[in-house]
Structure formats: C-alpha cells, structure tokens
C-alpha cells in the first residue's frame, strides 16, 4: 500500500502543478493576444475578448486544482478534517467556477 501512495500524491501534485502552469499559461495567452489586437484592430472589443480568454483559463487550471485537491483528500488524507477541507474546498471554486462563467457570457451556466 505505501508503495501506491506516493503514486498518487505525485499524481495529486501533478494535477495542481497543471492547473497552475493552465492557469499562467491562460493569462500570457490572453495578454499577447489583447496586445496583438490592441495595435492590429481599432481596439473595439479587446477588453471583453480579454476577459472571456483569461476567464477560461482560470476555470480549466481550477478544474485541475479540484481534481488535485480530491485525489489528495480521498486517497492520501481520508480524515473527517481533510474530507470538511475539501468541501469547503469546492465550495469555493464551484463558486468562482460559476460566476466566471457569468462574468464571460453573461448569462448563467445552465441556461
């Protein structure tokens, strides 16, 4: 059995190491792209275009942070604790999952 566990917390370490790098790599994509068409276009429409493009960034690095967080907490602490964390845990990310996903489209996610 120990010889699985630090399988999955390198997996778990993994998971939000990815979610990190999607999370820097979403902002630098969204920042070249508005500055390429801040100086290509009449800028119309650039800060908007900014926002949705960082927003997906965010929530796709949150998404793996999430499922980091639920290996870690699942498989390697199963503790009355760590599981609360964890709750808590989503509960905060779903939150900001959700009104990302509003800020971008402006409309809520099951409609």
């Known amino acids: 059995m120990e010889s699985t566990r630090w399988i999955i917390e390198y997996a778990a370490l993994g998971l939000e190491l990815a979610g990190t790098a999607v999370i820097v ?14 100086f290509s276009r009449s800028g119309e429409g650039i800060f908007q275009q900014y926002r949705v493009r960082l927003g997906r960034g965010i929530l796709l690095g949150l998404e793996f942070l999430v499922a980091g967080d639920i290996i870690n907490t ?17 509960l905060v990310r779903t939150f900001l999952s959700v009104t990302l996903e509003v800020e971008m489209t402006g409309r809520w996610p099951w409609e």
Do not use: C, D, M, P
């Not at 902002?27 to 070249?32: K, P, S």
């Not at 699942?74 to 989503?90: H, K, R």
């Open 25 to 38: 790599a979403g902002a630098i994509h969204a920042t070249l792209l508005a500055g390429l068409h801040a």
């Open 74 to 90: 699942v498989a390697v602490e199963s503790t009355f604790y760590s599981v609360g964390v964890l709750a808590a845990i989503v």
